[in-house]
Antibody, heavy 121, light 109 residues
Framework: VQLQQSGPGLVKPSQTLSLTCDIS??????????WNWIRQSPSRGLEWLGR?????????DSAVSVKSRVTINPGTSKNQFSLHLTSVTPEDTAVYYC????????????WGQGTMVTVSS | SSELTQEPAVSVALGQTVRITCQGD??????ASWYQQKPGQAPVLVIY???SRPSGIPDRFSGSDSGNTASLTITGAQAEDEADYFC????????????FGTGTKVTVL
């Protein structure tokens, strides 16, 4: 199983940060996994942002700290999932990771390569 | 909000044993998982559940838990074990379904 991230490394303040995570070797609609976005910065450490998962229907939830700004969706025609974070500020500058969490392991067993996103004009 | 607290840094002589701890209320009801992160790389899962290792992780890595504290032990540390280590657990009581530890820098002397 591999996760391949894509998206811009520079976003202007007040704009929307958008990243995509392509999945190979598993399915975004698997009943055994949740698909997560996590970010890491020197000031905040590792911070879970949110997830999407399928259990007879699609679910998404997110961290309270970003709930009003974040959308995490499964791909409609591709085996992928995405992160959209609106109204970004320099405090959103971080390395962003996608990661799979298997329900039976209760752990993040596969991570994407990471994307350094800088919020700057 | 829930927190998982780790020692900022520990050092270990080559071939010796080192234990890292992770402390937090969420650990009373959920197992910790442990991740190794080397500079410029994504985290790698090394321990999950009670004390399970993914395929490819050496058996010198082990985990344990007691009350609100989880521990990661490296028995016979190798130079390649020098890295940052993070714990993680589920949190059904706080604002975040998932919470990460503050991280421990392990230096192998």
């Amino acid at each position: 199983v591999q996760l391949q991230q894509s998206g811009p490394g520079l976003v202007k303040p007040s704009q929307t940060l958008s990243l995509t995570c392509d999945i190979s070797g598993d399915s975004v609609s698997s009943n055994n996994a949740a698909w997560n976005w996590i970010r890491q910065s020197p000031s905040r450490g590792l911070e879970w942002l949110g997830r999407t998962y399928y259990r007879s229907q699609w679910y998404s939830d997110s961290a309270v700290s970003v709930k009003s700004r974040v959308t995490i969706n499964p791909g409609t025609s591709k085996n992928q999932f995405s992160l959209h974070l609106t109204s970004v500020t320099p405090e959103d500058t971080a390395v962003y990771y996608c990661a799979r969490r298997l329900w039976d392991l209760d752990a993040f067993d596969i991570w994407g390569q990471g994307t350094m996103v800088t919020v700057s004009s | 909000s829930s927190e998982l607290t780790q020692e900022p840094a520990v050092s270990v002589a080559l071939g010796q044993t080192v234990r890292i701890t992770c402390q937090g209320d969420t650990l009373r009801s959920s197992y910790a998982s442990w991740y190794q992160q080397k500079p410029g790389q994504a985290p790698v899962l090394v321990i999950y559940g009670r004390n399970s290792r993914p395929s490819g992780i050496p058996d010198r890595f082990s985990g344990s838990d007691s009350g609100n504290t989880a521990s990661l032990t490296i028995t016979g540390a190798q130079a390649e074990d020098e890295a940052d280590y993070f714990c993680n657990s589920r949190d059904s009581t706080g604002n975040l379904p998932e919470v990460f530890g503050t991280g421990t820098k392990v230096t192998v002397l």
